[in-house]
T-cell receptor, first 115, second 116 residues
Framework: DAGVTQSPTHLIKTRGQQVTLRCSPISGHKSVSWYQQVLGQGPQFIFQ???????GRGNFPDRFSARQFPNYSSELNVNALLLGDSALYLCASSSIAGGRTGELFFGEGSRLTVL | AQTVTQSQPEMSVQEAETVTLSCTYDTSESDYYLFWYKQPPSRQMILVIRQEAYKQQNATENRFSVNFQKAAKSFSLKISDSQLGDAAMYFCAYRSAQTSYDKVIFGPGTSLSVIP
């Protein structure tokens, strides 16, 4: 079975541009979470979507938005890019959300560089 | 707010030896999970071991075991018989079991090198 897949794997943007990152969860998983990992730091929680609804949001500005589609895949959008948005963006899927959730399965991430 | 601290930015171990990675956390909750994740250069975050706070018994997974001290809010990872493939970044992480969503809080990580 395919794991969590993310695209693109690498991309370069300039300040002020907009970017869309995509994630396909493991088949049967209805929850998708997004994390930002700045170089040399641990990942930070951005969003979680479950059954196409936002379940949780981390401490990120409104420039960051996401959505989940009927097939449970997800997109993360970042507008008005700043140099500080350069990071590895990780997507994780799980079968349910909250409470006694099972394991989170991570993708390999999308490396965003903002020049 | 919950926090996770890893005080060892870098560690090294000889192949076949044992190493312990430290982690402390802060929370006012009583029901939560603790995890150790491994992130090799391939970037994919892999779950190594998990501990449920209500279980007193320390979790073990083959060569990996934890020392969970709930009162001290300490959660260390012991890797026995270290192998070259164990070289990676290791993140200690916390997740509440009392919320309707899965916000995992990661520590800053420990870079583990394995010396042949």
């Amino acid at each position: 079975d395919a794991g969590v897949t993310q695209s693109p794997t690498h991309l370069i943007k300039t300040r002020g541009q907009q970017v869309t990152l995509r994630c396909s969860p493991i088949s049967g998983h209805k929850s998708v979470s997004w994390y930002q990992q700045v170089l040399g730091q641990g990942p930070q929680f951005i969003f979680q979507y479950y059954e196409k609804e936002e379940r949780g949001r981390g401490n990120f500005p409104d420039r960051f938005s996401a959505r989940q589609f009927p097939n449970y895949s997800s997109e993360l959008n970042v507008n008005a890019l700043l140099l500080g948005d350069s990071a590895l963006y990780l997507c994780a899927s799980s079968s349910i959300a909250g409470g006694r959730t099972g394991e989170l399965f991570f993708g390999e991430g999308s490396r965003l560089t903002v020049l | 707010a919950q926090t996770v601290t890893q005080s060892q930015p870098e560690m090294s171990v000889q192949e076949a030896e044992t190493v312990t990675l430290s982690c402390t956390y802060d929370t006012s909750e009583s029901d939560y999970y603790l995890f150790w994740y491994k992130q090799p250069p391939s970037r994919q975050m892999i779950l190594v071991i998990r501990q449920e706070a209500y279980k007193q018994q320390n979790a073990t997974e083959n060569r990996f075991s934890v020392n969970f001290q709930k009162a001290a809010k300490s959660f260390s990872l012991k890797i026995s018989d270290s192998q070259l493939g164990d070289a990676a970044m290791y993140f200690c992480a916390y997740r509440s079991a009392q919320t309707s969503y899965d916000k995992v809080i990661f520590g800053p990580g420990t870079s583990l090198s394995v010396i042949p």
